[in-house]
């Protein structure tokens, strides 16, 4: 199975770790040590208690073992019959990647990344330690509690820009060199263009010992630390479709260094867009003003963005929580960026771009209480096509954004591909019929629809040779036209099964062509450094 780079992406989430305990009752010293097997911690405890509770309760712990006689660590809590004031515990790294969870240790070659914030204790203020042991480096130097810490081999590690990359032995040189390289080249390029040095020393650790069952997973936490994870023999010479989006993936994490660090967000969960589209579109900006990607494959990153915006809103009114979680935060956002970047630098004849505007948002959030949705806003001309985006009238929305691309030198052609006719065939029929999701699976052994006992004659999942006497997945165009033309005279569409059996599905609505907009001319992305 392919993996779709894009989508896995999105799971990397920024800001990341269990808030802190707002009252601290006592404190606790945390100490750990690498030791065979994983990781040994240690907790030492202000006073004596018969029990404990780890304040993240999202943490996997199946793999933790107290080696302190007379405790137990059951349902989160550590827990004994007398009182105790400090504990032990051996942590193997997790058996596997779980949702967006963060793991509490992983290995990066014969080193580890412990997950700080789990260790935390209810009720307690708390200070992480890692203790290196011969030949070993710990990072980060800071508040290490707060985020991720690594221990491990001190040649793994090097500095550069101001940052640290940490690769692990057995990782494909040209899987570490892309990723290292874009990394310390980001820290360089957004330092000059942000205008600002960050108050962390950014940390990149790039590890091929993942335990799956996902191909790529990664994350960031609060101390400035980026744990990118792979799994499995196809990173020894990624794909073409895998190692475009990986070599700009890494400018989308280093962006969050400055959009996300030292500086707060004021909308909360009302504006993820703001912040992962401005991530997503200055990494594509600085990948290609440094000749990490070209401009063809920037605007085919655009035209994905634009498109999956384009089905997430559709011709509705604009609602802000269609944009709160997803694959729409990153295409819509992107959008946003785009629109803005355009219409900054015709305004300003080239001097001026989004990256400018970042950089004015930013300071202004550090200066006073961070930043949100209006303030980015208040940067935009009053006409920016921004507006007929999110403003509405929903029915006019892409008709105003179009007009206003092709204004700023944007060339969009329609060119659905033979898969967007058979989805926009197959789903029209079945949405005539079903009660509830709709769906469908392709194979080397055709379509089998997925329809369970929800969607009247189609209900029972058939396997489909035909529709209207035309092969779904050869001659999709073809059916296409044919199912249009059998709607637009309410006919019955006829499917065949694998088995023979023919079934006619009632289509009394009109079919419409699938919009599926491709950016073949778009003034150029790169920008100064």
């Not at 779980?98 to 708390?126: C, F, K, N």
């Not at 940390?203 to 069952?213: E, M, Y």
């Not at 950089?359 to 303030?375: P, S, W």
């Amino acid at each position: 199975m392919s993996m779709r780079l894009a989508g896995a992406f999105a799971a990397v989430a920024m800001a990341c770790g269990a808030a802190a305990p707002a009252l601290a009752q006592q404190a606790a010293t945390i100490e750990a040590r690498t030791a065979p097997g994983g990781v040994v911690v240690t907790w030492r405890l202000a006073e004596p208690t018969t029990r404990v509770a780890f304040f993240a309760t999202s943490v996997i712990r199946d793999l933790w073992t107290v080696t302190t006689p007379g405790l137990t660590l059951k349902d989160g809590a550590v827990e004994g019959a007398e009182p105790f004031d400090s504990f032990e515990i051996q942590i193997a790294p997790d058996a596997a990647e779980v949702d967006r969870i963060y793991m509490s240790l992983t290995r990066v070659g014969a080193g580890h990344v412990l997950y700080g914030p789990g260790l935390e204790l209810q009720g307690m203020d708390a200070v992480l330690t890692a203790r290196p042991v011969a030949g070993e480096a710990t990072l980060p130097t800071g508040e290490a509690v707060k985020g991720y810490v690594y221990l491990g081999p001190q040649e793994a590690v090097m500095r550069r820009n101001g940052a640290v990359v940490v690769t692990s032995a057995s990782a494909p040189p040209a899987l570490t060199g892309l990723l290292r390289d874009g990394y310390f080249a980001a820290q360089k390029f957004y330092g000059a263009r942000l205008d600002h040095v960050l108050p962390i020393e950014p940390t990149l650790i790039i590890s091929t010992d993942s335990p799956g069952p996902t191909s790529y997973r990664g994350d960031v936490t609060d101390t400035g630390v980026i744990s990118l994870r792979f799994h499995g023999d196809m990173w020894a010479s990624p794909p073409p479709d895998v190692a475009v989006p990986l070599g700009t993936f890494v400018w989308h994490e280093a962006f969050h260094l400055w959009n996300g660090h030292g500086v707060e967000t004021t909308d909360g969960d009302a504006a993820p867009w703001l912040h992962e589209g401005g991530a997503e579109y200055g990494a594509l900006v600085a990948a290609v003003s440094t000749g990490v990607i070209d401009e063809a494959q920037a605007r085919a990153s655009l035209t994905q963005r634009l498109n999956g915006c384009r089905k997430t809103l559709g011709d509705a009114d604009y609602e802000a929580r269609k944009l709160k979680s997803g694959s729409s935060v990153y295409n819509c956002g992107v959008v946003v960026q785009w629109i803005a970047d355009l219409e900054t630098r015709r305004a300003s004849g080239g001097a001026r771009d989004v990256l400018d505007l970042w950089k004015a948002l930013l300071a202004a959030g550090r200066a006073g209480d961070g930043y949100g949705v209006a303030d980015f806003r208040a940067l935009l001309a009053p006409d920016s096509a921004v507006a007929a985006l999110m403003d509405g009238p929903g029915a006019a929305r892409w008709a105003a954004v179009d007009a206003r691309l092709a204004a700023l030198g944007v060339r969009l052609e329609n060119r659905p591909a033979p898969s967007d006719y058979q989805t926009a065939a197959l789903w029209h029929v079945a949405e005539g019929l079903c009660t509830g999701s709709i769906g469908y699976y392709t194979n080397e052994d055709g379509i089998r629809l997925d329809t369970g006992d929800r969607c009247g004659v189609l209900s029972g999942d058939p396997k489909i040779a035909s529709v209207e006497a035309l092969d779904p997945m050869t001659e999709s165009e073809a059916m296409f036209r044919a199912v249009q033309a059998r709607c637009a005279e309410s006919l019955p569409v006829r499917y065949e099964t694998r088995e023979g059996r023919v079934i006619e599905a009632a289509c009394d609505r009109p079919l419409t062509a699938p919009t599926v907009l491709a950016v073949t001319a778009a003034p150029p992305l790169a920008t100064r450094s």
